[in-house]
């Protein structure tokens, strides 16, 4: 499966920002999709994961309460509804895919475990 992620911009803080993740190749419904990010000269980190019909997310508690991950798999599309938007939030935002495990185990799969990743879309939250 190929990602294409999308929707980064500039925002000032407290504001709103939606991502979009469009897949190519496969189905997205027999994935577990997911969010990470990464701030310069930092590691990249988990952010959000969505099970494969939606029915189960996991957030890492940086976002927990301001970020929404959701999913369409008709569209064969996934989503990360970003507000209240700080600038510690200021990162490169990647969605990836894994092909089996749960939403929480995406958040420590080891990265090159991950089956796909987009190209990133960079995210910048003014002060």
């Known amino acids: 499966v190929q990602l294409q992620a999308s929707g980064g911009g500039l925002v000032q803080a407290g504001g709103s920002l939606r991502l979009s993740c469009a897949a190519s190749g496969r189905t997205l419904g027999s994935y577990i999709m997911g969010w990470f990010r990464q701030a310069p000269g930092k590691e990249r980190e988990f952010v959000a994961a969505i099970n494969w019909n939606g029915g189960s997310t996991y957030y890492a508690a940086s976002v927990k309460g301001r970020f929404t991950i959701s999913r369409d798999n008709a569209k064969n599309t996934a989503a990360l509804q970003m507000n209240s938007l700080k600038p510690e939030d200021t990162a490169v935002y990647y969605c990836?895919?894994?092909?089996?495990?749960?939403?929480?185990?995406?958040?420590?799969?080891?990265?090159?475990?991950?089956?796909?990743w987009g190209q990133g879309t960079q995210v910048t939250v003014s002060s």
């Open positions: 990836a895919a894994l092909r089996y495990g749960t939403a929480q185990a995406m958040s420590i799969r080891p990265k090159d475990a991950l089956d796909a």
